[in-house]
């Protein structure tokens, strides 16, 4: 894709925003002991299962942005309520 093409996205946020189907997903251990969540029951890829923190990747209008990765990785630690 050259420079000057225009993103298009896959989908969109609930926000209009553009967003990729791309998520993060991270796992926590500390002291030999994991940080783990249990998929929702209604979720339609393996409810009920466990699986790392993470969700889905917002570009937040910047697609290009490389620290995006990095953004969603603090966002989702962060809202696991876990220190850094």
């Known amino acids: 894709m050259s420079a000057d ?4 996205p ?3 946020t609930q926000g209009g ?11 926590l251990e500390q002291d030999g002991r994991w940080l ?5 029951k209604q979720e339609a ?15 937040d209008g ?3 942005c490389p620290p995006w990765t990095a953004r969603g990785l603090r966002r989702a630690t962060a809202q696991s309520g876990t220190p850094r």
Do not use: W
């Not at 093409?5 to 298009?8: E, G, L, N, S």
């Open 45 to 59: 890829h393996a409810p009920g299962t466990l699986a790392g923190v993470g969700g889905k990747v917002e570009t």
């Open 10 to 12: 896959v989908c969109l």
């Open 17 to 27: 925003r553009p967003a990729f189907v791309v998520n993060v997903e991270v796992f």
């Open 36 to 40: 783990l969540i249990r998929r929702g």
């Open 5 to 8: 093409a225009p993103a298009t």
């Open 62 to 64: 910047d697609p290009g």
